[in-house]
Each structure stands twice: as structure tokens, then as C-alpha cells.
């Protein structure tokens, strides 16, 4: 067995190294280098990085990438790349970058060749996309569909939404798209309740095609459009198709495989929004726009995998999250874009980033002896700051920031953009180099309320930016988070592509369900607090309000 990370020389080191720091903050670093703002960027694959305002020196990069070497990052790139089965508790490669190979790559996965499997299904979502975009697809009454709505949740519905809120400048206007995640039935009925099901087609989007929410939410559509043609069972053929790798349950809830868009076990969930889970994505924006975002997610795996680790964007973005998380006991990460369409991109992110790490244990199966994922979160600028980067900025927790902002907007208002970026420059400024007590004293500030209006800075962030958002962009900014979030997992050893954790609710509320629901009192056997809490919601649930 290989020895705990905290035992390796580069941990030993960075620990010691990191000492230096209670006495430098950034505005020294700045001061004694006058070009470190011009040298700690790099570019790549269309993505701009400023990394200068971290507490880091050039021996801090070093030392790092000696961790990557001692960690063996470079070994587990590869192995990723091959077609390893990397995911060992699941016994699974994790291959999403097979996704965006482009025709006539070899891939290979237990001795097959997996890039024509995944150009068939590419081939077969452009086919189907079209026909919908076209109106040539009709729906049971000869109408043209108007609205999608995809019905899956966690990967299946994070990574779509996410990409087609980022990409809407790009869809056609004349169609409706929804998503429908939450087993609360609001969800379901908010999303259909001004829709005509003659015009509406539902994509029912599950990898193994038995998540309670989505079944439950499907069922449900399944009733509403039924209930729109008078229970007519043919009209589900013109308004259901699926996304899965489960032919059989597809066919078992009634949708002909015909209509099956299929994808396999090495894409992971989190990492499935270019698969055939981008279905309704593909629908939106059109197959070549949906290519152009393959490219840019291409564009990165090259990048990661062929750039040397100095200048390789997410090998230094992971490790600077592996500097503060494990060095200084930062907890958490912000990701700040500026850029309205990227709202969901924060949430999107939590996933990607809290599902893959989110590990207590190593590959072996042993208790790690580091911390390992930190929380991301996020909102977009600037609505940020007029929220919560008081704490940031002032507060007591170091809490490394990413901004992301693209050098043009897709809607040229006036000063709109030109204000929007200001704020991105002034935020990382602020919080880097902040403010003294001697120059809120010279803005005549009272001596009592000094403290109050000081900025301690030295607050560390990332500047990302890209020219605008395209498809492309966004496929290369995706890419950029999930190579982050390998780094990390490669550093900390641990398995960064399953996810036990979501497991044991799961089963619990498989027990609890009848426990609610059957109308003789049943035998309860939990602790006294789930008890109580069935006996009281079993009886105030029925009381008239
Ligand atoms: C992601 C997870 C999880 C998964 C959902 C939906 O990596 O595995 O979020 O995507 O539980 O699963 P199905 O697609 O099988 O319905």
C-alpha cells in the first residue's frame, strides 16, 4: 500500500512553505515583482487564466507539481484516457472524454473501439433534433412540437439545464424548453401547466432508467398527455422518447426503443451532458452548435492531456484548490461568472465538483489523512456582491473566488458589459490588495469607524475569461472544471467517479414510503425521532386547510 498523502516529501514541504506566507501577502508578492501580472497567465484552448492574485510564488508552483509527480497525476491522466477502469468500486472506466473524440480516434473499452458507437448515437440525436426543429416530427394530432421537456434529475437534468440556459442565446426562439427534476409534484405541474400536449414532447432522460423521481415524474406525464387525447395509449409514440442505457425498462414504461437514444456505464452522470443526456440541448441549439461545443470540450481534454503541467490550466487551477483547501483549511471554493446566462453553471458545478470528491476514503479503501472536496457555490456577478461578498471580502474565512467573464457579451447594450467587467477586475482587485486603515483614515473616516471600513485583502482569486460565450466556450469551460476536479481526486487518491453516498437515503425512503402511505397504522421501527415525525405528518396530512 502506497504511503498516506500527508507522509510524501512535496506535502511535507508545501506544509513548510506555506509558513512563509503569514508574513507575505499579495501586495508584497506584487511589489517585488512588477511582472507577475503578465506571468502567471496562461492561455489555452481559448481560455484565458490569470492566476497571479493567488498566495503562491513560483517555489509554490514547484512544490505542487512535485505533489503531482509524487501523486502520480501524469499515470493517472493516462489511465483515464485509455479506458481504465479508474471508478474501481464500480469496476467502470470513466471515459466521458470518448464523448467528444472526433471520428476516427480509437477508443478502446473491454477490447471495443467505443468512438463509432458514440458518432452512431451523435448521428442519430442530429436526425432526430432535426426532424423536431423542422416540424417534419409531428405529434399524435398532426401538430408541430413546439415544447421539450426533459424529466430526469442530477446528472440527467443538471448538465442539460445548466447548458441550455448557458446556450439559449443560440436555441430557437419558437420552442419551449423545461425541465422537470423534483419528485415535488410542483415541479412537474409548474412546467406543464400553460403546455398543450399536442405540441409537447417529454424526454424522459435516466441512465438506468429506475430513479424514483424521474419514473414518478414520468409516470405523471405519461397521465397528462393521455388525459389531453382521451387515453389514447398510440399517442405516447409521437410524445415519449428516452435517453438511457436500459433498453429493456425504456420498453417495459412504454416507449418503443425505436426512440431510445442510448449512451453506456463509463459516462458517469455528472459527466454526461455531451452524451445523448444533451438531447434536449441538441434540440435547442441544433446539431452544429452542439458540435462546436463537443470541439471545445475536445479542445481542453487535448490540452490536459498533452500540455506540461506549468502551463496545463486545470493540472493549476486543481492543484491551487489541493494549496488552499489542504495548506491553508480553506472549505470552500466561490465560482462567480459574469454572465447572466450562466446562472445555473454554479449549481452545475456543485455536482460535478461535491459528487467526485466528496470521498473519505481512498482507493485502497483506506480513511484519507487530508481533508478532500472542497464546497463550490456560487451565484452570478453582480448580483454577488450585493449579497454575500461582504463576507468574503471582510469575513473570517479565506474563501478563494473564480470569476469568469467574456471579453464581448452576446447582447451589446450600451455601457451594460463594459460595467459588468469593471466589476469582475474590481472584485479581484479589492480582494487581493484590499484597503488599509491609513487610507480610510485619509478619506477623513471617524477614528471609531476605521475598523469597520478597513479591507484586509490578500484574498486570493482566479480571473477566466474567454471571448464570448459560445458553444465552443462552454464546452472548453466544462471541460476545464471536470479536468480540475480530476486533478484534486488524482492528488487525494480517492475515487472521483462514484457516489455511495447518495445511496443510503435512497433505501431508507424505499421504507418510509409505505410507512406514509398505508392507511393501516404501521409498526415503526426507526429512532424516536423519524417515529414521531411519521406518526405527526401521517396525521396532519390529510387535515383540511
Ligand atoms: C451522477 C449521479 C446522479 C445521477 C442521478 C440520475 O453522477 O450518478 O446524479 O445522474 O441519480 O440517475 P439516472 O440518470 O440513472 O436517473
Known sequence: MSSPLTQLASWKKLQAHQQEFDQKDLKQL???????????????????????????TEETIDLLLELAKETGLRERIEAMFCGDKINISENRAALHVALRAPQGEKIIVDGENVVPKVHAVLDQMAHFSNRIRSGEWKGHTGKRIKNIVNIGIGGSDLGPVMAYEALRYYSDRSMNFRFISNVDATDFVEATRDLDPSETLFIVSSKTFGTLETLTNAYSARDWLLAGFGGDPKAIAKHFVAVSTNTQKVAAFGIDTENMFGFWDWVGGRYSMDSAIGLSLMVAIGPDHFQEMLAGFHAMDEHFRTAPFERNLPVLMGLLAIWYNNFFGAQTIAVLPYDQYLKRFP????????????????????????????????????????????????GTRLIPCDFITFYQGLNPLGRHHDLLVSNVFAQAEALAFGKTPEQVRAEGTSEALIPHRVFEGNRPSNVILAQSLTPRALGTLVALYEHNVFTQGAIWGIDSFDQWGVELGKVLAQKIIPELENPAEPKLEHDSSTNNLIKLYREKKSKTI
Not at 479503501?365 to 452570478?380: K, L, N
Request: with cysteine; aromatic share 12%; proline share 3%.
Open 347 to 394: 449549481a452545475y458545478l456543485q455536482q460535478l465538483t461535491m459528487e467526485s470528491n466528496g470521498k473519505h476514503v481512498t482507493l485502497e479503501g483506506t480513511c484519507v489523512s487530508s481533508q478532500t472536496g472542497p464546497i463550490y457555490w456560487g451565484e452570478p456577478g453582480t448580483n454577488g456582491q450585493h449579497s454575500f461578498y461582504q463576507l468574503i471580502h471582510q
Open 30 to 56: 506584487f511589489f517585488e515583482d512588477s511582472s507577475r501580472g503578465r506571468k502567471m497567465t496562461i492561455e489555452a484552448a481559448g481560455l484565458f487564466l490569470d492566476f497571479s492574485k493567488n498566495r503562491i
